[in-house]
């Protein structure tokens, strides 16, 4: 079964600290991968995505996440955090379903406080 | 602000009772999803409508059913609410249900409470 996975369900950090949090995935087939991020009092939106080519990308805000098909993992970093960084953080994987349609799957998800 | 609005934000049921929940979406999207997210999980899907079709589901029982309307806009309607169905429902639009362009506008969600 396609399942995702976040180990790490609250961190706290201090501004200026680097981040990294990990996500991988099962599936057997070609995913598309996503990090999408939740703000105090927001709705969930989307931070960055990878569909095929480079596997390190961009998102917004500074945030970059690594592709590593051999390890099934699509981690997310940011070199130096901010207060406003505070967040919920959700791995998602979507995958093509024989109907032609395509399935989200979220991981758990990880709360970040950053420390002023 | 994405353009996808829920009704209602808030709402208490009791066990056995149905409910039903409301979701227009952004302007141009003609796919509707569905979500479910306990406290401390993450969203589950529970299925996708285009073009008034659903066309794809989760692991949910049939009492979890659905509409899309022409203009789009779409309902969740949950029957024989259990209390374990309390929980945050979000609904997402996006321009299409081939997954191309991969990115799910959310609502903000409707909290329902089952007593």
């Known amino acids: 079964a396609q399942s995702v996975s976040q180990h790490n369900h609250h961190v706290i950090l201090s501004e200026a600290a680097s981040l990294e949090l990990g996500c991988n995935y099962s599936y057997g087939g070609t995913v598309n991968l996503f990090w999408y991020v939740q703000y105090p009092g927001q709705h969930l939106q989307l931070l960055l995505k990878y569909f095929s080519g480079d596997p390190l990308v961009k998102g917004i805000k500074g945030f970059e996440a690594e592709f590593i098909k051999s390890k099934f993992s699509f981690n997310l970093r940011k070199p130096s955090v901010q207060w406003s960084d505070t967040a919920e953080y959700f791995c998602a994987v979507n995958a093509a379903a024989t109907s032609g349609t395509y399935k989200y799957i979220f991981g758990t998800g990880t709360r970040l406080k950053v420390l002023a | 602000e994405t353009g996808v609005t829920q009704s209602p934000t808030h709402l208490i049921k009791t066990r056995g009772q149905q409910v039903t929940l409301r979701c227009s979406s952004q302007s141009g999207h003609n796919t509707v999803s569905w979500y479910q997210q306990a406290l401390g999980q993450g969203p589950q899907f529970i299925f996708q409508?285009?073009?008034?079709?659903?066309?794809g589901r989760g692991n949910f029982p049939p009492r979890f059913s659905g509409l899309q309307f022409p203009n789009y806009s779409s309902e969740l309607n949950v029957n024989a609410l259990e209390l374990d169905d309390s929980a945050l429902y979000l609904c997402a639009s996006s321009p299409d249900s081939s997954g191309l362009t991969g990115e799910l506008f959310f609502g903000e969600g409707s909290r329902l409470t089952v007593l």
């Open positions: 409508y285009y073009r008034e079709e659903e066309n």
